[in-house]
């Protein structure tokens, strides 16, 4: 079984935080970057976020041009990459942008969380149990067979670290805004784990661009 080509995307402040402490999404990216990640996108098969990511940010998750949306379905793919999001409860609601938006979805749940997943969004997604908990090789696996070459992981925090923690990025593309957040608690691109490696590790670094007063860096963990 071939497994997609897992890119993490992440914006992040200079102090390591994906966000602040706000009730509303705190603006990190610029236009150019947004476009970036737009391109990113098109070039996906599959986007995944955490149950978490959608209750919070209601994303719709699409292509936003509509040239690369066309060249997508010129080149016989689907106009927007498919739609994946994971949930250990089963806790979705269905009203939310994200299913009424796009193209196919998939849903990633434990065996506890198939029922309530399935009450949810059944008519609105496939909805897969892996297990007891929720195994982040097998929902490759169940991807790769389903044909998704290249999937885009957009967050949150916990489902970054389950792929980094599991060995199991192959990129992360790293926005990294001019600012300071500086909350203790606000969220942090991965949460403290163990990772494969340890400190010691240190990734390959690819590539550095700067769009606008934003680096993005890129990094392939495996290299």
Not at 35 to 45: G, M, N, Q, W
Not at 200 to 216: I, Q, S, T, Y
Request: cysteine-free; hydrophobic content about 45%.
């Amino acid at each position: 079984m071939i497994r997609p080509h897992v890119l993490l995307s992440v914006a992040v402040s200079v102090d390591g935080y994906i966000d602040d402490r706000g009730a509303e999404r705190f603006p990190l990216s610029n236009a150019e970057d947004f476009d970036h990640v737009d391109r990113v996108r098109a070039e996906s098969d599959a986007i995944l976020v955490g149950a978490a990511t959608i209750r919070r940010d209601n994303p719709r998750l699409l292509v936003n041009s509509a040239e690369r949306r066309a060249a997508r379905v010129a080149a016989g793919r689907p106009e927007h990459p498919v739609k994946v999001t994971v949930t250990g409860s089963g806790d979705l609601d269905p009203t939310l942008k994200f299913w009424h938006h796009g193209g196919d979805k998939v849903v990633y749940t434990t065996d506890a969380g198939h029922a309530p997943a399935r009450a949810a969004v059944g008519e609105l997604a496939d909805v897969v149990p892996i297990g007891p908990a929720i195994d982040f090789g097998a929902l490759l696996d169940d991807l790769g067979a389903r044909g998704v070459d290249r999937l885009m992981v957009e967050g949150g925090g916990l489902i970054h670290t389950a792929f980094l923690t599991a060995g199991l990025a192959d990129e992360i593309r790293m926005a990294v805004a001019p600012m300071l957040i500086g909350q203790a608690t606000a969220p942090r691109f991965v949460n403290p784990a163990e990772f494969p490696g340890g400190p010691a590790r240190r990734f390959h670094l690819e590539e550095v661009a700067k769009l606008g007063d934003v680096a993005v860096l890129r990094y392939f963990p495996k290299a």
